[in-house]
């Protein structure tokens, strides 16, 4: 688990950040590692639906990028998709958010350029995430990892067969009302590369006091396979 505690300081490091997206302005909330740190990467992570009240500022969103940020010393970015906040543009059913999340993973590479580029997502994002990383993308935008907390297959059906060998770290809460863990689970077993899950106990769609165990175990099998560490292959 994360050892990971939210003080000023920490908040004081983060950003507001203005780039360009498909349909113009994209917001975004910016945040290096700490002071005297180079990143080692840049992890990007996208919000739930925008249609019922999904942000940014989303508290698992917000977790997950604090999280990712301390334990693996990797600059994160967090925005809005279209039409959500200041990002221009109309929600478009999950089409044009892939492009939306393109243009914020592109973002994070001309901040970061070396490193591992890191794409994570809650619900809505987690979905987003995976079926953009499906495609056939350059080098520079192609993440080296994923790392994606409830999934939402009834809305949003994943890619099968998911066509790329990418390491992914899913959580699932035990009481997820939108998708069954068994379903995540029967998914990955068909997965092409490295992957791990955890079904938290207890846990409902938004990790409701579980957020500490769930973001712990994304950073701890993120910085297994890409900072000096074996892969893990957990069920």
Do not use: Q
């Not at 994943?158 to 959580?171: G, M, N, W």
């Amino acid at each position: 688990m994360s050892g990971f505690a939210l003080d000023a300081t920490a908040l004081s490091r983060e950003r507001r950040v203005v780039f360009r997206g498909p349909e113009g302005r994209m917001e975004g909330m910016w945040r290096p590692p700490r002071a005297g740190v180079e990143p080692r990467g840049a992890a990007v992570i996208a919000h739930p639906h925008p249609a019922f009240g999904g942000t940014m500022h989303n508290k698992v969103v917000f977790h997950t990028a604090r999280v990712l940020n301390h334990d693996l010393d990797v600059a994160t970015l967090r925005f809005n998709f279209r039409g959500v906040g200041s990002s221009a543009g109309v929600y478009d059913e999950g089409r044009g958010e892939r492009e939306d999340l393109l243009a914020a993973w592109s973002e994070a590479r001309a901040r970061v350029p070396g490193g591992p580029l890191l794409a994570a997502g809650f619900s809505f994002g987690a979905a987003i995430t995976l079926l953009t990383a499906a495609r056939d993308l350059s080098p520079e935008v192609r993440p080296a990892a994923l790392a994606v907390l409830g999934l939402p297959f009834g809305m949003f059906p994943p890619p099968s067969p998911f066509p790329h060998p990418t390491p992914l770290a899913a959580v699932h809460g035990e009481r997820d009302r939108f998708t069954a863990p068994d379903a995540v689970r029967g998914y990955l077993e068909s997965w092409p590369g490295p992957h791990a899950f955890h079904v938290e106990p207890r846990a409902d769609h938004f990790f409701e006091g579980c957020l500490p165990a769930a973001t712990g175990f994304l950073s701890g099998s993120l910085g297994g396979w890409l900072f000096g560490g074996d892969a893990v292959n957990r069920g």
